[in-house]
């Protein structure tokens, strides 16, 4: 039975190393999107406020636009790093009932986890050596073609 | 396109004709000039590399689990259902895992080992039904004739029946050869046997004896290792052929499935994975000691055997 459960903890703690880490890139793409659309409305409010000349529209524009501003400050300070949430796995469920099922004393399944536990951490690990050693893999199509072109004294012409 | 999940783009990699340890396997026979523009998720996936879904589930369709892009199932690359058995539960349950933590941006085509491996088992199940597309078939290198074949060539010169002389890293190195190889050897002719009416007896490359030259195992052996090849299912064999490729050992092959059998292992088999990643890779392990890790040679290799190993035993699981 102590087996079961330290190699149900492996497993748990690999799952929550590895998700942790894509959870972080996925929120920062999430936070991204979200101010890339916050801007754009701004722009929107910006113009409109131009066109207009009526005060009291200039006015309630303006809040919108402060409004807008703060929440994009928001965004910008939101740090998924220390997010605690990040630090808990969701879908363990399946785990536990198999573990269950078995008694605990089955000892291909405690195997088996282990072997789960490492494939996760070899897997979590290969992608952060990947990432480390080929850095610009992360890069947009656009940004990459923009370095490329930078690299040699160019500019992408948009 | 299953390619482009089972190995990392080699041409963002400029070291990479210098790196003497290449454990990046492609499946055998896969034809590499073939457009493949059946619509299907694990396709578009290889095309566009970007996320284009919201929620990943699994549903329980009463015997097997599928898994599903915003309740639509994932299709592999020839179109099946992404599909595992009731039984594989936890094989499911790291599928889902795949999908949902795959990052948004720019998805690399390593992220998804055991997708890729399931795609196979799928795929390679259903073009060997009898009333299947041959080119489909051919596509994808599925011909169980031709696999088996390819497999064979492994056990010539299998990493676990070649021995270093005795005098390299002061006869440490062939010591520990000798104490892992050779019982193993010994099992592995035991299990052999039981395919053959006379007694198997693998032929092993001794360098103090033979130097350098080539390998090939007897007739009987190689008969027995096809008939054991046949015996297996379909799924087994895709297994097989993936940790075969990763350890370019189909001895190690012979002891992941064994290990992994419902039944327990034959005799003097039993091996965690960790250890056939050991026995595969013995030289490096040893090399690295004396003269230290190159980086991004040794380290994502390490990584890389025993992702996929794991990632075989994973699936063989049931």
């Known amino acids: 039975m102590k087996q079961a459960a330290r190699a149900y903890r492996d497993v748990i703690r690999a799952m929550v190393r590895g998700d942790r880490r894509s959870r972080i890139a996925q929120r920062a793409e999430e936070t991204r999107k979200q101010i890339a659309m916050l801007t754009y409305k701004r722009m929107n409010i910006v113009r409109q406020q131009n066109e207009t000349k009526d005060a009291m529209l200039n006015a309630s524009l303006f809040k919108d636009l402060q409004l807008l501003n703060r929440q994009v400050e928001t965004l910008k300070r939101d740090r998924a790093e220390n997010d605690k949430s990040l630090l808990f796995v969701r879908d363990t469920a399946l785990i536990r009932d198999s573990l269950l099922q078995e008694r605990g004393d089955n000892e291909r399944l405690v195997q088996h986890l282990h072997d789960i536990g490492s494939f996760l951490t070899n897997q979590r690990e290969y992608d952060e050596l990947i990432e480390r050693y080929n850095g610009s893999s992360k890069l947009s199509q656009e940004e990459t073609v923009r370095r490329t072109a930078g690299k040699v004294g160019l500019h992408v012409p948009f | ?318």
Not at chain 2, 8 to 37: C, F, H, I, K, W
Not at chain 2, 108 to 137: F, G, Q, Y
Not at chain 2, 275 to 304: C, F, P, Y
Request: proline fraction near 3%; include cysteine; hydrophobic fraction near 40%.
């Open chain 2, 1 to 318: 396109m299953l390619r482009l999940f089972t190995r990392y783009n080699t041409a963002a990699r400029p070291g990479l004709s210098l790196r003497p340890l290449a454990t990046q396997a492609s499946p055998l026979g896969v034809d590499g000039s073939t457009e493949n523009n059946l619509k299907t998720e694990t396709n578009r996936l290889a095309k566009t590399g970007e996320k284009f879904w919201e929620k990943v589930s699994l549903k329980d369709d009463g015997s097997q689990f599928l898994v599903q892009l915003d309740s639509k199932t994932v299709l592999t690359p020839l179109g099946n259902a992404l599909a595992v058995d009731k039984r594989r539960s936890l094989l499911a349950m790291l599928l889902k895992k795949e999908w949902t933590n795959l990052p948004s941006l720019a998805i690399k085509t390593h992220a998804l080992p055991l997708t890729s491996l399931v795609s196979r088992c799928i795929d390679l199940e259903n073009v060997n039904k009898p009333d299947s597309d041959p080119e489909m078939r051919a596509k994808i290198g599925g011909d169980r004739e031709h696999i088996a074949n390819d497999l064979l060539r492994y056990l010539d010169t299998d990493t676990l029946l070649v021995f270093c002389p005795q005098a390299e890293f002061e006869g440490a190195l062939r010591k520990a050869q000798d104490e892992r190889y050779l019982p193993i050897i010994a099992s592995v002719e035991k299990f052999l046997g039981q395919y053959s009416t006379s007694p198997i007896k693998l032929r092993v490359l001794d360098a103090d004896v033979d130097g350098l030259r080539g390998n090939s195992q007897t007739n009987e052996t190689r008969k027995a290792a096809k008939k054991f090849l046949e015996s297996l299912s379909l799924w087994d064999l895709a297994i097989f052929e993936k940790t075969v490729l990763t350890t370019k050992s189909f001895i190690c092959g012979v002891l992941l499935l064994q290990n992994k059998a419902l039944d327990k292992s034959a005799e003097g088999l039993t091996s965690t994975m960790e250890s056939v990643a050991q026995a595969a890779t013995l030289e490096i392990i040893h090399q690295t000691d004396r003269w230290g890790e190159v980086e991004d040679t040794h380290d994502v290799d390490k990584r890389d055997v025993r992702r996929n190993i794991h990632a075989a035993g994973i699936v063989a699981y049931k």
